[in-house]
C-alpha cells in the first residue's frame, strides 16, 4: 500500500521570511525536500502533498517548479489571492507553468483573518467558485470559532470539494470538545467535504502529549467523516515542535487502528487531490 503523507511544508529563509515563525522558534531554519524526503523515506511514505505555507504569489510557481523535479511530492495545495477579479485566469496560469499539473488546491490562512465569517464574503465566495470551475480542492486552515462559516461555505458551494485542515484546530492541551465536535460534526454532513488527520501534536501540551490526549478528537472526526474521507498528513517540519516524523506518522497508526481500509494513509488523499 503506498503511503501518502498529504500535508507538509517546506521553506527556505534565505528566500522569504516566514513571519509567523518566532525569532526564538527551532522552526526558524531552512527545511528542505531534501530534508523530509530522508524521514518520509525511512517511515514508508512514498508520496506526499506540500502545502503552501506564506500568501505572497512567488511561493505556488516555486512549489510547482519544486514538485515537478523531486519524485516524492505527488501534490500542491499552493496561494492566489481568492479575491483578484481574474482569479479564474490566474488559476489558468498557474497550471500553465512548469509543474503547473502539480496544482491539485487552494489554500488561504483564513486562521488570521479577524472576520470569522471571511469566508461567506462575496469576493471570496466567488473565487471559491472558480477554484471549483478550475477543478481544485480548497484546504480549509481555520480555528475552532470559524467552522461554522466554513459549514456555510461549504453548503453554498457544493461543487467544490473543502479540506479541513488539521481537523479544524481542536483545544486538544484545554481537554474541551465542545463546540470543536459539533461544528465539526455539522461540516462533515456534508458530501463535498473532508479531513485531514494532521496538526494534532501541536494543538496538544506540546511536551507532555500522549497518544490518548489525542484519541478523543481523532475518534470525534473518524465517527463524523468515516475513513474515506480522512487523509493522514505529518504537518511537517511544524510538528517537530511536539514529535519527530516517524512518531507522527505512529500515532496516527495507532489512533486510526482497524478503522483504516487503505483510505487514510492513501487513498483518500489520492482521490481527493488527483494524485
Not at 66 to 88: K, N
Not at 125 to 148: E, K, M
Amino acid at each position: 500500500m503506498t503511503v501518502v503523507d498529504a500535508h507538509h511544508h517546506v521553506w527556505d529563509l534565505a528566500v522569504r521570511d516566514q513571519d509567523w515563525i518566532a525569532a526564538d522558534s527551532p522552526l526558524r531554519r531552512t527545511f528542505t525536500i531534501e530534508d523530509l524526503t530522508a524521514e518520509a523515506r525511512a517511515a514508508g511514505v512514498e508520496r506526499t502533498v506540500l502545502v503552501q505555507t506564506v500568501t505572497v504569489p512567488e511561493e505556488t510557481p516555486e512549489f510547482l517548479a519544486l514538485a515537478a523535479g523531486h519524485e516524492l511530492v505527488a501534490g500542491v495545495v499552493g496561494w492566489t489571492d481568492l479575491t483578484r477579479p481574474d482569479i479564474a485566469d490566474e488559476l489558468a496560469r498557474l497550471r500553465e507553468l512548469p509543474g503547473g499539473s502539480w496544482l491539485k488546491g487552494i489554500r488561504h490562512q483564513v486562521q488570521g483573518e479577524p472576520d470569522p465569517g471571511w469566508l461567506l464574503r462575496p469576493d471570496v465566495r466567488r473565487g471559491l467558485a472558480a477554484v471549483a470551475d478550475a477543478g481544485l480542492v480548497y484546504d480549509l486552515v481555520v480555528l475552532p470559532h470559524q467552522l461554522p462559516a466554513c459549514v456555510k461555505a461549504a453548503e453554498s458551494l457544493p461543487r467544490l470539494t473543502f479540506v479541513l485542515d488539521h481537523a479544524g484546530k481542536p483545544p486538544i492541551a484545554s481537554g474541551a470538545l465542545e463546540p470543536w465536535a459539533t461544528d465539526v460534526r455539522a461540516l462533515a454532513a456534508l458530501p463535498n467535504t473532508v479531513c485531514k488527520l494532521s496538526g494534532l501534536v501541536t494543538e496538544a501540551d506540546i511536551a507532555h502529549w500522549t497518544v490518548d490526549d489525542l484519541r478523543p478528537y481523532a475518534d470525534t472526526v473518524l465517527d463524523a467523516f468515516g475513513p474515506d474521507r480522512v487523509m493522514y498528513g505529518s504537518d511537517w517540519p511544524v510538528c517537530t515542535l511536539g514529535a519527530s516524523y516517524g512518531e507522527v506518522l505512529d500515532a496516527a497508526r495507532q489512533l486510526t487502528g482497524a478503522q483504516d481500509s487503505g483510505q487514510i494513509f492513501g487513498g483518500t488523499a489520492v482521490r481527493v487531490y488527483d494524485l
